[in-house]
């Protein structure tokens, strides 16, 4: 059955979307033509029933965070170990190998004692620097945030068999984390920040507008159905999405008025979880702490692509962008690990606007070697980019970002 698959199911959609449609339309005063919506049967049958019941529990449909909330940790758990290396995990990088040098000169010349840490895996990069600081008679006290179990318990692990355990602060989740706030934090995201899964956001407007409407994920017997979200069920949520703002409880709102969308169901995979993160964590910690994001290079869209930054696989990362293939992405749901290439641009405009004062950036391999006075090589092929977020300035309670979209046809890294 699997072996004669249509490949149209790419543009199959269920009677339930159909009736969200013409909800939303009716709802927005729109009128409406059909949104390109997927329909995929899963081919792990037991996730299927974990995500249908994941589904019953959140208001019958999924945001797509949720869902990836839901199948990323077993792709990246013992069902996702490579089978060369049984120790490693897939998508596991080896940043451990270029910047661990890096960051324990980083907290030396700048004399941080807080060292934190946002996904941090199996722990490969903090044991290093911890080694190497410990080498020196530098102290500091850890802390890594990794959503994944786990990974959590790797590093843990880790870092208790070579003697760290007294260096270590807390090993949690982001919603759990405590933050020493007697001194700056040097927060790390070593190729992390681009796993926080972005909304899918779209325009239920004959001729595009600003972004109204949220796609949504719903399981039924075995097969994933987008759907769009009803504003009930975003409320049921705790979100909401409404004149261009983009709620989060009582915590955030997020101005999309400047946003305008083509096309009538044109996709934005709009990184909220990204801008949501950095904003909780500039709140979290104290004055004049620094970021340094460390991720792939990824270009502003062109006027061709007018779905905006889509998902990645890990097995199709050659260093350029492509765009993933939703359908096998869906169909092959806890198999595959993806992520979200950050738009630069969007990125350096959310960090001044938590509150930095200076954001610089410089190729990733390059910025490695200028802290340890490593001479790089000429016309090195960067493809990672180490974004340096300093002097922390504005820690007042944040509530609405404004986000400007970012410009069409424009690259801003050479």
Not at 221 to 250: A, C, M, S, W
Not at 289 to 314: H, M, Y
Not at 319 to 345: K, W
Request: aromatic share 10%; charged share 20%; net charge negative.
């Amino acid at each position: 059955m699997y072996n004669n698959y249509d490949r149209k199911i790419r543009s199959h959609y269920t009677m339930d979307n159909k009736d969200n449609t013409a909800e939303l339309a009716v709802e927005n005063n729109t009128y409406t033509r059909e949104p390109n919506l997927i329909t995929v049967p899963i081919e792990n049958t037991d996730l299927a029933k974990v995500l249908e019941l994941e589904c019953a529990a959140k208001g019958e449909i999924l945001t797509f965070p949720e869902y990836a909330s839901v199948v990323i940790p077993i792709a990246y758990g013992f069902q996702g170990l490579s089978n060369d290396e049984r120790t490693s995990f897939r998508g596991k990088t080896d940043i451990h190998t270029r910047w661990s040098t890096a960051l324990a000169q980083y907290c030396i010349d700048k004399n941080y004692q807080q060292l934190l840490e946002f996904g941090c895996g199996d722990g490969s990069l903090v044991e290093n620097t911890l080694s190497i600081l410990s080498s020196k008679k530098y102290k500091i006290k850890y802390t890594g945030i990794e959503s994944i179990l786990p990974l959590r318990q790797q590093t843990e692990t880790r870092l208790k068999k070579a003697g760290f355990e007294a260096d270590v602060n807390q090993i949690t989740t982001l919603d759990n984390l405590k933050v020493d706030t007697t001194s700056p934090v040097l927060v790390v995201f070593p190729f992390s920040l681009d796993s926080v899964t972005p909304s899918i956001l779209t325009t239920s407007k004959i001729y595009g507008g600003m972004p109204d409407t949220e796609i949504g994920i719903t399981v039924k017997n075995g097969y994933l159905i987008e759907q769009l979200i009803l504003p009930n069920q975003l409320k049921f949520k705790n979100r909401g999405l409404e004149n261009g703002i983009y709620t989060v409880g009582d915590k955030w709102e997020l101005d999309l008025s400047s946003w305008d969308v083509s096309h009538q169901w044109d996709r934005v995979y709009f990184p909220s979880g990204m801008i949501e993160t950095l904003a909780t964590l500039s709140q979290l910690v104290p004055l004049n702490s620094e970021f340094i994001i460390i991720d792939e290079k990824a270009f502003n869209p062109t006027g061709r692509s007018r779905v905006i930054l889509p998902p990645r696989t890990i097995n199709t990362f050659i260093g350029t962008s492509i765009d993933c293939d939703l359908v096998d992405l869906y169909q092959q749901s806890g198999n595959t690990v993806f992520y979200h290439p950050l738009c630069n641009e969007l990125l350096h405009q959310n960090l001044f606007d938590i509150g930095f004062s200076k954001v610089s950036y410089n190729g990733e391999i390059s910025a490695a070697n200028n802290l340890t006075f490593h001479h790089s090589e000429k016309n090195i092929n960067e493809t990672c980019l180490a974004t340096f977020a300093q002097n922390l300035i504005k820690n007042q309670k944040l509530r609405r970002i404004s986000i400007q979209p970012p410009k069409i046809d424009s690259i801003i890294i050479d």
